[in-house]
Structure formats: structure tokens, C-alpha cells
């Protein structure tokens, strides 16, 4: 139905890196955090430092700019 699940299924090797959005291979990240039940994976130290310190910041801003053919709100009402 949606083309989400195709990202979901092309994405699954790498996760984005919420901080500067590049994309981390899970086996070389270099560091991870969990929140809100969630495990993050950032390219370096200092972008995982920078979540650490305000990770609405960036969570916000990434679903935000990265949902392309998902509105938040159908989204919201499939929960
Ligand atoms: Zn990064």
C-alpha cells in the first residue's frame, strides 16, 4: 500500500544517524543511545554526545523533514 515499506525493507542494513543523518552501519557505529524505548546509532562519538544533550531536538526535526509519502497524521491514527 505505501511506500514506506519499501524504504523500511531497502533501509534495514543501515540506520540513520538522527544528529547529521547520515546513514550508520549498525556493526560500525560508533556509539548508540536508547530513548523513548528506541535504540539510536550515530557515525561518531560527538554526534551521539550532541544527541545525549537534546535528543528532541533532533528527533523532532527527523520526523519532521523525513516522512515523504507518510503524513504524521495517518501515522498517528494507525497507532
Ligand atoms: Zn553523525
Redo the contacts with the bound molecule.
Keep these: 500500500m505505501c511506500c514506506c515499506n519499501a524504504n523500511k525493507q531497502a533501509s534495514q542494513a543501515t540506520v540513520q544517524?538522527?544528529?547529521?543523518?547520515?546513514n550508520?552501519d549498525p556493526v560500525n557505529s560508533?556509539g548508540s543511545a536508547n530513548y523513548d524505548g528506541k535504540t539510536y546509532l550515530?557515525?561518531?562519538a560527538?554526534?551521539?554526545r550532541?544527541f545525549d544533550a537534546d535528543p528532541m531536538q533532533y528527533l523532532a526535526s527527523a520526523s519532521a523533514g523525513t516522512s515523504v509519502c507518510c503524513s504524521p497524521n495517518q501515522a498517528i491514527g494507525a497507532l
Design positions: 544517524d538522527p544528529v547529521c543523518g547520515m550508520v560508533s550515530f557515525c561518531s560527538g554526534c551521539k550532541r
